[in-house]
């Protein structure tokens, strides 16, 4: 079984800070990370994924994250915030062996909030 | 290419009643789950659809059932609402054994029970 923390429920920053949600997750077996972002009344966006190769991921709007496996950690950062990255993040697992029936393990999330 | 559309995307209803949620999966996914997301918490996995069968299930009792139909759509329903089913229910669709994870989440449903 997986199981995801989120460290943070609510982050702070100022507009054009640097800011880091941090993820740590649990398993017994290899998976599969995601971030995922939600804005105000609206569905889940994929921000960025770890399946294999380098451990450094790139996403969409700037963010990156770094799969740490001795850490079993899979922190999102971003060097510098903007008002409109106001939303809720959540990171999820999946195990690399589900096949067809895999699912998503979803963290509490963490409510990003940018100020000016 | 659509996305995902669910609807309604508000719904009201009393403790006891049954609700049926509406999911229209993006064009070519031919895999749908359900989610659960109760205020505050992330997102719970119900269960999963291919080929019109259920073919995964999270810890929820056998009052959501779902369908999948032959265009891929599909709906969730719920009978004997209780209280704690309050939450916004999401759809994600994927193409079967997708290698790369490509979920696609619609903007959920919105259901409280009174």
């Known amino acids: 079984a997986q199981s995801v923390t989120q460290l943070d429920s609510q982050v702070p920053v100022f507009e054009e800070a640097p800011v880091e949600l941090r993820c740590n997750y649990s398993?017994?077996?290899?998976?599969?990370l995601f971030w995922y972002v939600q804005y105000p009344n609206q569905g889940l966006q994929l921000l960025l994924k770890y399946l294999s190769g380098s451990t450094l991921v790139k996403g969409i709007n700037g963010f990156e994250a770094e799969f740490n496996k001795s850490q079993t950690s899979f922190h999102l950062r971003k060097p510098s915030v903007h008002i409109s990255d106001t939303a809720e993040y959540f990171c999820a697992v999946s195990s690399r062996y589900g096949g067809a029936t895999n699912k998503l393990i979803f963290g509490t999330g963490t409510l990003l909030a940018v100020q000016p | 290419e659509t996305g995902v559309t669910q609807s309604p995307t508000h719904l009201i209803k009393t403790r006891g009643q049954q609700v049926t949620l509406r999911c229209s999966s993006q064009?070519?996914?031919?895999?749908v789950s359900w989610y659960q997301q109760a205020l505050g918490q992330g997102p719970q996995f119900i269960f999963q659809?291919?080929?019109?069968?259920?073919?995964g299930r999270g810890n929820f009792p056998p009052r959501f059932s779902g369908l999948q139909f032959p265009n891929y759509s599909s709906e969730l329903n719920v009978n004997a609402l209780e209280l704690d089913d309050s939450a916004l229910y999401l759809c994600?669709?994927?193409?079967?054994?997708?290698?790369?994870?490509?979920?696609?989440f619609g903007s959920g449903t919105r259901l409280t029970v009174v």
């Open positions: 064009s070519g996914h031919n895999t």
């Open positions: 398993s017994s077996v290899s998976v599969y």
């Open positions: 659809y291919y080929r019109e069968e259920e073919n």
């Open positions: 994600a669709s994927r193409r079967y054994l997708d290698s790369n994870y490509g979920y696609t």
